[in-house]
């Protein structure tokens, strides 16, 4: 397990599709890189930048734009801040004159066909996530080697600022584990959320927490509203057809809003079956990863191939639970700590997992947030988030083509659906009658993830990727 300090902004990051770890993680490796070749050689010396991509990364890296990720990053844009709009351009302006601008600043020749490689037969040894970054300037040579581990967490390798303060300094409650958020609970009498705060103001104080928070949903319910806006087909080669703005314009009988607030009354105002309310959930989900397959901004919660999940769960309590800001503010806070738990326990890699560590955790983080906001025990919560992932044990990543369409759009919807039936059987139970714990199934995930075939964790070297039968120039 490793000991580290994880903030809730850690597990949600604010990032471009479709992928933290092929697309957000890549870019913000492209970032250090720069910083750290400037403290080697100025910008101005750098003849020329060639990528290296290795393992997963080179397997499925065309379809998770891990190129067009390196080569926005070493141009100086933030996928945090960049105009999705735009990046066609960005791309296209590169291509045309085999030239880039380091940083945004320094004129140098790149070819994107030559200078971003794919070592398909090749992996680094620590992670199946690797990359390496080499700049020539004159005859000296600069090389760094990145892993992205998932969820736009990355690890310089050889690197002291691994183990740096940042992440080892101590925190008033520090938890590896859901026995630790126990422990915690029965000294003090706080509930997740409040033990998650205590820790987040050793980074900042309540304030910026609960703006930064709030911002962060007002990101994932903008991706749902797009989301549920936008038709067409989805870029890549699969001609995948979106989806969740045909069911939309269908659960609202075709009323427009120009709005998210004025489409959120429509929402309520329309219906409050179990079957409507079951369509709306995958809208949700639909919607936030349509949007991430397309370049466009969306909330790692934990990855980006599970950014539905959440957001789809929280969206369905505010528009069927008149859920107010306050019960955002726990429940990202809730489900913050169970993705860290997660990650320190086991991994929210899909490339170490399979999908159990994406979607699986998605699904448990949103049990937990949910089960808070309805007024469960902290037992209840750890409960739920159980019951969630104890049901997604197993479940393997093998997206065709390379892709982050099929299967992994309609599994956000899934995760939703269960992570809302863990949150339901979680507070109609006594957690003190339950055979398994929290941690016992995080272990069994890790140890699951351990002796999943390789062919199952992102390489789309087995699953649906080998059997759905496909033509991708791009791949």
């Given at each position: ?18 992928s ?52 926005l ?22 291509a ?8 945004g600043?320094?004129e ?10 794919f070592h398909?037969a090749?992996?680094l ?18 090389s760094?080697t ?5 969820g ?17 300094f101590?925190l ?10 126990l422990?915690?609970?029965?000294q003090?009498?706080m ?25 962060i ?10 989301g549920?806006q936008t038709?067409?087909?989805l ?7 979106r ?7 269908k ?7 120009a ?29 936030v ?13 934990p990855?980006?191939?599970a ?6 769960v ?11 800001e ?5 429940f990202?806070?809730t489900?913050?700590?169970?993705g ?20 699986g ?6 049990a ?7 007024g ?9 988030a159980e019951?969630a ?5 197993g ?37 003190g009658?339950?055979k398994?714990?929290?941690?016992n199934?995080?272990l ?20 649906l990727?080998?059997?759905i ?7």
């Amino acid at each position: 397990m490793q000991k580290e300090c994880i903030s809730v902004f850690d597990i949600f990051k604010i990032g471009i599709g479709p992928s933290s770890s092929h697309t957000l993680g890549p870019w913000r490796a492209a970032e250090q890189f720069l910083k750290a070749l400037a403290k080697s050689a100025p910008l101005a010396s750098i003849d020329s930048v060639q990528v290296h991509l290795y393992g997963s990364l080179a397997k499925t890296g065309k379809g998770h734009g891990t190129d067009i990720a390196v080569i926005l990053g070493l141009s100086g844009h933030d996928p945090v801040t960049i105009d999705c709009t735009r990046i066609d351009g960005f791309l296209h302006e590169i291509a045309s004159t085999n030239t880039m601008l380091l940083q945004g600043r320094e004129e140098i020749a790149f070819d994107p066909k030559t200078d971003v490689t794919f070592h398909m037969a090749e992996s680094l040894p620590f992670h199946p996530n690797g990359l390496t970054f080499v700049a020539l300037a004159g005859t000296e040579t600069f090389s760094e080697t990145y892993y992205s581990i998932g969820g736009g967490f990355i690890i310089q390798e050889n690197s002291a600022d691994n183990n740096s303060a940042e992440n080892t300094f101590q925190l008033p409650y520090p938890a590896d584990s859901a026995s630790d958020i126990l422990k915690w609970h029965q000294q003090t009498g706080m509930s997740i959320w409040e033990i998650v705060l205590e820790n987040e103001k050793a980074w900042r104080d309540e304030s910026e927490a609960r703006a930064n928070l709030i911002h962060i949903w007002h990101v994932m319910r903008e991706s749902i509203f797009l989301g549920c806006q936008t038709k067409g087909t989805l870029p890549g080669g699969l001609h995948v057809k979106r989806r969740a703005a045909e069911l939309n314009q269908k659960l609202l009988q075709g009323l427009d809003c120009a709005d998210y607030d004025r489409w959120l009354e429509l929402v309520r105002a329309s219906g409050d079956g179990f079957k409507y309310t079951l369509d709306w959930v995958s809208c949700f989900a639909l919607a936030v990863n349509e949007q991430n397959a397309s370049f466009s901004r969306v909330v790692t919660a934990p990855t980006n191939g599970a950014a539905g999940v959440i957001p789809a769960v929280l969206q369905y309590y505010v528009a069927f639970c008149n859920g107010q800001e306050e019960d955002i503010f726990r429940f990202l806070l809730t489900a913050g700590e169970i993705g860290s738990i997660f990650k320190k326990g086991a991994t929210i890699s899909a490339a170490m997992g399979g999908c159990q560590a994406e979607i699986g955790v998605s699904s448990a983080m949103a049990a937990a947030g949910l089960t808070q906001v309805y007024g469960g025990s902290v037992e209840q919560c750890l409960m739920a988030a159980e019951i969630a992932m104890e049901h997604h044990l197993g479940m393997t990543c093998d997206p065709v083509g390379g892709l982050v369409q099929i299967p992994c759009i309609e599994r956000n919807t899934m995760g939703a659906i269960k992570a809302i039936t863990a949150s339901q059987l979680a507070l109609q139970s006594n957690p003190g009658n339950a055979k398994v714990s929290l941690d016992n199934v995080v272990l069994t995930m890790w140890q699951t993830a351990l002796d999943m075939n390789n062919r199952y964790k992102e390489t789309s070297e087995g699953g649906l990727a080998l059997n759905i039968p496909i033509s991708l120039s791009e791949c």
